[in-house]
């Protein structure tokens, strides 16, 4: 029986990594430019790939200080600290800031909260690159708490401002801003989950409902893309995670139980890994 494919209204590349591919594509036709990311452009193999290809190469923090002058770093989507703003400086390198805006929108209110004394309470993934940027603009003081249940016992007086990782999931800001509301009096909240995380969310939720096999592509490491697993999991029993068309569980896909097999992919991934995958479940 032939398959139905249904691919999820809001899938795939988001405004703000489009938006880095695209600054970085520009320094990749310009011949003798040294051209550094520091880390990872986006959490997706297959564009880290071709990147190396053209000789962009990833860097680490620690390796900033070993920069020629005349080099070019790229600053991601996730930002970074201040403090790594002005080590850049220090080499004489330029920067190509492509921090996505919305999350240059939450270092902005951290960084007024924090000067007027406010707390800060960021909700999402201590480990993640973006989080680590935005607890920089308060000089690594804030509190990341993904439930609230690590709330410090401050005075019922302190100002507390809360902030989001833009890829948290609604249900766990929400959770710590009840948490957080719960101790303190005086609370500035800002829900600065990114729409384009909240619309590819609900469409894969919606999705998930309609179709026997779901199937989310994206990197092991995107954490926008493995919440999206999360998410069909919940509504669609048959989830599959894939990296990419190399990646697909073809024998699980070719049962006959499967006819109708829908596809979202994390913000991090381009059009072409999944059309490759369409084209892949198209062949069975
Ligand atoms: S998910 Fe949203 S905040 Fe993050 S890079 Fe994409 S557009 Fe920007």
């Known amino acids: 029986m032939a398959k139905e494919i249904i691919l999820a209204d809001n899938a795939g590349f988001c405004f703000g990594v489009k938006r880095a591919v695209d600054m970085v594509a520009q320094y990749c036709s310009e011949e003798g430019v040294k051209v550094y990311t520091l880390g ?3 959490h997706n193999t297959d564009v880290i790939r071709r990147l ?6 990833a860097i680490k923090p620690e390796q900033i200080k070993e920069l020629d002058p005349d080099s070019v770093v790229v600053i991601r989507s996730h930002g970074v600290t201040p403090q790594i703003y002005d080590l850049i400086k220090q080499t004489g390198a330029a920067v190509v800031d492509a921090t996505c805006p919305y999350v240059r929108v939450i270092h902005k209110k951290v960084e007024h909260h924090y000067r007027l004394g406010y707390q800060i309470v960021i909700v999402g993934d201590q480990g993640h ?3 680590q940027g935005i607890n920089g603009w308060c000089a ?4 990341i708490t993904r439930d609230g249940k690590n709330l410090p016992d401050w005075d019922r007086a302190r100002d507390i401002c809360v902030v989001a990782q833009t890829t948290e999931r609604l249900e766990n800001y929400e959770q710590v801003l009840a948490a ?8 500035a909240a800002f829900n600065t989950i ?3 995380t909240k619309d590819r969310q609900e469409s894969a939720a919606w999705l998930g409902r309609q179709v026997d096999l779901m199937i ?3 990197s092991k490491s995107s954490s926008n893309t493995r919440k999206l697993v999360e998410i069909s999991q919940v509504n669609c029993a048959n989830t599959v995670f894939a990296e990419n068309r190399s990646d697909l569980p073809l024998d699980l896909i070719k049962q006959e139980q499967f006819t109708k097999i829908g596809i979202t992919a994390g913000a991090s991934t381009p059009d072409w890994v999944i059309a490759d995958v369409i084209d892949a479940i198209r062949s069975i």
């Open 140 to 143: 690594n003081t804030a509190i």
């Open 52 to 57: 190396e290809e053209r000789s962009i190469h």
């Open 194 to 196: 990114c729409t384009a």
């Open 180 to 187: 957080v509301k719960a101790k303190y009096k005086n609370v």
């Open 216 to 218: 989310v592509i994206g």
């Open 40 to 42: 990872h452009l986006i």
């Open 129 to 131: 690159p973006e989080v």
